[in-house]
């Protein structure tokens, strides 16, 4: 069964684009953004057709009520953490839902995932995500589930909250590790130097690997760094913001579909946006 939901994701082309709507997980106001109306939200990126949504427990039976066969593959979203806010809280925490790996199979899920934060100076943030990663992976395993890891290199939170480090140091020891752990599939940061992330590819050993967006920037630069990340040997990307902030999420999405699918250009891609 676990190939079965692999193929689910990566389809026909073997990549994948997977759309983030799982912000309101983590208790931050900022967050929301966009996505007040998740009804409406997953509506209209279900109708632009990536080839999955990332969604938490409670909204994921939004996207499964669709009818039809071709509503975007469910990625459930598996923990919570409190550590994207400014400042910190005095006792930060990772910890994932009540038999995550269980309520996957009952949500029909492809995959699930699972964050390995790394923040600044906070150890006891990393051991937490290390034992989220173990429990599930044997569930995974038992259940046939595709278990995506998603390592995280964080910036010290003084400088504005949720912040990715983009440096390819620290991105790739924190990647082999979800790669050691078991990761079926890998969500990584963008480095600083996207020409650098063959070197990501690299040390994730044949992993697939899946670059988040991070922060929100323009459609121009958003296309060129992916079809950039594809060239270096991605095979796919996992964006939220950049999709649901943007004044258009269907015709960004595909755009990048077209990027990450047919190898299209940037330039060539702009022409979905209108």
């Given amino acids: 069964m676990k190939t079965a939901r692999m193929n689910r994701l990566f389809g026909v082309s073997g990549n994948c684009f997977d759309v983030a709507i799982d912000h309101g997980m983590f208790n931050e106001k900022t967050f929301l953004g966009g996505i007040e109306d998740m009804h409406r939200a997953i509506r209209i990126v279900a109708d632009a057709r990536p080839d999955a949504i990332q969604l938490p427990p409670g909204t994921a039976p939004i996207l499964q009520a669709i009818k039809g066969k071709d509503r975007p593959a469910l990625v459930l979203r598996t923990d919570i953490a409190n550590v994207y806010g400014t400042p910190l ?41 290390v034992r989220n990663v173990n429990a599930l992976k044997r ?11 998603e ?16 440096d390819i140091g620290q991105i790739l020891p924190l990647v082999r590790q979800a790669v050691e752990l078991g990761a079926d599939i890998i969500k990584a940061d963008p480095c600083d130097d996207v020409q650098e992330y063959h070197r990501v590819i690299e040390v994730a050993q044949g992993i697939p690997v899946l670059v988040r967006g991070g922060g929100k920037v323009s459609d121009r630069e958003i296309l060129v760094r992916t079809a950039e990340l594809m060239k270096q040997g ?8 950049n999709v649901i902030h943007n004044a258009n999420p269907t015709a960004i999405t595909r755009a990048l579909m077209a990027v990450v699918h047919e190898g299209a250009a940037a330039d060539a891609a702009t022409k979905y946006l209108g």
């Fill in 89 to 129: 809280p005095r006792t930060l925490f990772s910890e994932v839902v009540d038999r995550p790996v269980e309520q996957g199979v009952v949500l029909d899920a492809a995959c699930v995932v699972v964050n390995l934060l790394q923040l600044p100076d906070q150890p006891e943030i990393h051991h937490a995500c």
């Fill in 139 to 149: 569930e995974c395993e038992i259940m046939g589930m595709p278990l995506m890891v």
């Fill in 151 to 166: 390592p995280l290199v964080m910036q010290d939170n003084s400088k504005g909250g949720y912040m990715v480090n983009g």
């Fill in 234 to 241: 991605a095979r796919g990307i996992v964006y939220g913001r």
